[in-house]
Nanobody, 128 residues
């Protein structure tokens, strides 16, 4: 079955960086926009950034522009989320998801209807 497999989560001190990987299986990321989401305890799932096939990035959180970025390695069928200057409020479970087409939805909410295939989630904890 088609799936997305996440890796790269973990614990980091404030100001640190992490890179998450989202590897696609049985479908090609070259045909689909891939979004990154997070969900903190007691909060709704929120969009972070989406990587389209050919139209660049759509940031769902404006404050992450210039600090976080998503990229693709088509040869590895993998999309990455590079997170810099992590802060305690970035602590959450992070997900990647594939949309139904090559472009990022301008409005990701509700995410479960705008994105079709979801990875399993990976914990990111930012703490001193």
């Amino acid at each position: 079955q088609v799936q997305l497999v996440l890796s790269g989560g973990g614990s980091v001190q404030p100001g640190g960086s992490l890179r998450l990987s989202c590897a696609a299986s049985l479908f090609s990321v070259t045909h689909y926009a891939i979004g990154w989401f997070r969900q903190a305890p007691g909060k709704e799932r929120e969009g972070v950034v989406c990587s389209s096939v050919s139209k660049g990035l759509t940031y769902y959180i404006d404050s992450k522009k210039g600090r976080w970025t998503a990229s693709r390695d088509n040869a590895k069928n993998t999309v990455y989320l590079q997170m810099n200057n992590l802060q305690a409020e970035d602590t959450a479970i992070y997900f990647c998801a594939a949309s139904g087409g090559p472009d990022c939805p301008d409005d990701y909410y509700p995410p479960e209807t705008k994105y079709d295939v979801w990875g399993q989630g990976t914990q990111v904890t930012v703490s001193s």
